[in-house]
């Protein structure tokens, strides 16, 4: 029986420039740094990750249960107070614009998060998961944003329209707070090579813009938007930090210590804008959303005052779940835990929350961040 050949010096050579053009070198490789790896990132505290049989063995399993049903009733806006945002450069206050994307004020700054005004959270115009809910503030009618805080480089997170539109919207571009490695997308897509307007982090980075301090922190996830991409850019949460003010941001994250491990280094959160939606089914999402009972978990590993539960609501189709079902099991856990609504809380498309009562208390220690 002829024995199987040894792969030539050139096979060998073609297959390491097949790998590298797949997936290249990671630019910002520092083996210091136990999240970085040759060709990309990894989580701190790993614990699997779907694979595209288990994506697949989801999509048949929805189909053949005809979900995720329809929302029970409708879920309803409200008028933004457009008059009060535009005019407002002193109180803090966060407003739902949908999904995740919301407009914080804070030290007389305008921030966005995760910016999504799209139709769809998709690469295409034709299909992917459809807008539910109009977004509570249009794209034309925000006051003048200043910063940009982006988590991650999915569909759903970071929509090309809607940041470009950003980069050329009257007075001049916003500053763009990005998870390392985004910048190179940025340029090419938003920008057209103008790195002025661009900041990069990794994770426990800070930035300080005027009187806010600004801190990416390690959540659970993952990032892709091709199918060679995977993870070659960073994810994570974001702080926002002002004497008067702390506000934490979280993006997209499965439980994991991440969240300990930032309430302790971070001392807490005046408010904590916290996912609560996109979690079934759970043995395909436990690992990179969290349930409203972990949502709560985390409100408390976080020690925020209050918490806001974003992530639900806005697009069809991202998850199993009606789209009206997240706030009612963040109900139930919530008395389960012996945790008031007031505490943790969901608010309206285009609603405005004013946390001038907690900031009357005493207000929280300094962070590590600002030591």
Do not use: C
Request: aromatic share 12%.
């Amino acid at each position: 029986m002829p024995q199987p050949t040894k792969p030539t010096q050139s096979a060998r050579r073609f297959g390491r420039w097949l790998q590298r053009a797949i997936k290249p070198r990671n630019p910002y490789y520092d083996p210091q740094k136990p999240h970085h790896t040759p060709h990309g990132f990894r989580n701190n505290y790993p614990h699997g990750a779907p694979t595209g049989k288990d994506f697949l063995r989801w999509q048949w399993q929805r189909f053949r249960a005809g979900l995720p049903k329809p929302p029970a009733a409708p879920i309803m806006p409200i008028e933004p107070d457009l008059a009060y945002l535009h005019a407002n450069r002193e109180e803090a206050s966060v407003t739902w614009i949908g999904h995740v994307t919301l407009l914080l004020q804070i030290g007389g700054l305008n921030v966005l998060t995760d910016p999504h005004f799209s139709n769809r959270a998709s690469p295409f115009s034709f299909t992917g998961p459809p807008r539910h809910q109009p977004p509570g503030i249009a794209l034309a009618d925000l006051p003048p944003i200043d910063v940009v805080m982006l988590s991650h480089s999915h569909y759903d997170h970071l929509d090309r329209r809607s940041v470009r539109a950003l980069y050329r919207q009257a007075g001049g571009p916003p500053l763009f707070l990005l998870p390392l490695g985004l910048g190179r997308w940025f340029s090419k897509n938003v920008t057209k090579g103008d790195w002025e307007h661009l900041r990069e982090l990794d994770w426990w980075d800070t930035y300080d813009h005027r009187d806010v301090r600004f801190t990416f922190l390690p959540v659970q996830h993952w990032s892709s938007r091709t199918l060679w991409d995977r993870d070659t850019t960073l994810w994570g949460a974001w702080a926002a930090e002002h004497p008067s003010f702390r506000f934490f941001f979280s993006g997209d994250l499965g439980y994991s210590q991440d969240t300990l491990d930032i309430g302790e280094r971070m001392g807490g959160f005046d408010l904590a804008a916290i996912g609560i939606g996109a979690y079934e089914p759970r043995w395909f999402m436990h690992n990179q959303h969290i349930h409203p009972e972990e949502a709560v978990r985390i409100h408390r590993e976080l020690r925020a005052r209050r918490s806001l539960g974003i992530h639900w609501g806005t697009f069809e189709r991202l998850t199993d779940e009606p789209l009206d079902e997240p706030p009612q099991v963040l109900a139930a856990a919530r008395a389960a835990a012996g945790i008031s609504e007031e505490e943790f809380f969901v608010v309206r498309h285009g609603e405005t929350y004013r946390p001038a009562d907690i900031l009357e208390q005493q207000p929280l220690e300094a962070s590590a961040s600002e030591s």
